[in-house]
């Protein structure tokens, strides 16, 4: 089912499971030549290279509304600081989109400003979308800071995930990691922190090569 279900008239910022997704499911409801994504090609973060894009495009007369959609998993500060003026007086006609997967990345001052629609789903993905094969101390970090506060039952489903993204991009993991996985579980079901035990398996598959 769709999260979306109408058109978006006003500057506001989704916190959503999947940007792609619901792009999708967005830009049916905009004429193609009224929009304009903005996102990093290369990688998740949208960056100052990103934020430029955006303010130049803004500043581009319209006589339409146009819409310019800002997407990234996690938006960079220097980024967001530089688009500040220009999210919280956009030039005529020009309205905002940001889709991100992260409420925490958003600064203060860009989230205390514009209007929000929290519509990530507590039931989590099937596949974890870290790369597993290419995993670093940054993703780690950034993924545990956004699922602090994680359930039991979520944590659970992670690891589930974990192992089918280990499985799909047919990495090995040797008795220690696989005893692990194994201990991880049933440390849940005992109550521990579900933070502190996807921290353990997190780095255990840091230097994890495929």
Do not use: W
């Not at 934020?51 to 960079?76: P, V």
Request: aromatic residues 6%; charged residues 30%; positive net charge.
């Amino acid at each position: 089912m769709n999260m979306i279900d109408k058109k978006i008239n006003n500057s506001t910022i989704l916190i959503v499971n999947d940007i792609t997704q619901t792009l999708n499911e967005l830009l049916p409801f905009y004429s193609p030549h009224n929009i304009r994504i903005i996102k990093n090609e290369e990688k998740e973060e949208f960056q100052i290279l990103q934020a430029n894009q955006a303010i130049k495009e803004a500043y581009i007369a319209s006589n339409e509304d146009k819409y310019i959609f800002l997407c990234g998993s996690t938006f960079r500060k220097e980024a967001q600081n530089s688009l500040l003026k220009v999210l919280e007086e956009p030039p005529k006609n020009v309205i905002f989109i940001i889709l991100t997967n992260s409420k925490s990345s958003i600064l203060p001052t860009i989230y205390s400003r514009m209007p929000f629609k929290y519509l990530k789903t507590s039931s989590l993905k099937d596949e974890i979308s870290l790369d597993i094969s290419k995993l670093d101390l940054k993703d780690i970090y950034s993924y545990l800071k956004e699922n602090q506060k994680i359930s039991k039952k979520d944590a659970k489903a992670v690891i589930e995930s974990i192992l089918l993204k280990v499985n799909k991009q047919k990495i090995k993991l040797d008795e220690k990691q696989l005893d692990l996985f194994s201990k991880s579980s049933k440390l849940l079901e005992l109550n521990s922190r579900p933070i502190n035990i996807l921290t353990t398996l997190l780095l255990s598959l840091s230097n994890t090569k495929k």
